[in-house]
């Protein structure tokens, strides 16, 4: 499959084409112009006076698709559009987390994340001429209310994370996890139940 028979006889834009979740190309004026303005964004975050939380507040909200009340998340902070990412109230989002928001990234309430936590919804073609054709596209991530997930854990595209559930440090999300369990491992596994396991 070549190039021009992925974009053969659609018109949507690939913008349009992106937040459908089909193949588009990120190398494109509109996508790029909002990548810079969420890069903005992102500087004037990270390098806020941490003693001046009503402004980091106004900076997520200006960044973020939506932040729920009592929100607080310690930069540094690294996404792609910010503006596909919403935060449900109470959530607590340690330094370091990298969001890259492609798709829709949905984070319930009270959720926790320890430091430099990966939330990557991009996905590239395995065969390599449309990946050399700089091709790509996206699955959305959803976290349920009341999750924690521990330092260093990679959530990969595609994946829902039931309410109440335990992702463990450092492990590697490739597919869906049910409520209400502790997962660990890479990738990672069922190990039990959150109570009485």
Known sequence: ??????AEGDLRTMRERMLAGDLYRGADPELEAEMRQAAVLTKAFNDSDPRDSAGRRALLEQLLGSVGAEVEIRPPIHVDYGSHIHVGARTFINFGLTALDVAQIVIGEDVLFGPNV???TPTHPVDPEPRRAKWEAALPITIGDNVWIGGMAVICP???????SVVGA??????????DVVVAGNPARVLRPVHGG
Not at 158 to 164: A, L, P, S
């Open 1 to 6: 499959m070549t190039a021009f028979d992925l």
């Open 170 to 179: 450092g492990a590697v999300v490739t597919r869906d996890v049910p409520a």
């Open 118 to 120: 990966q939330l990557l």
């Open 158 to 164: 595609g994946v829902t994370i039931g309410d109440n």
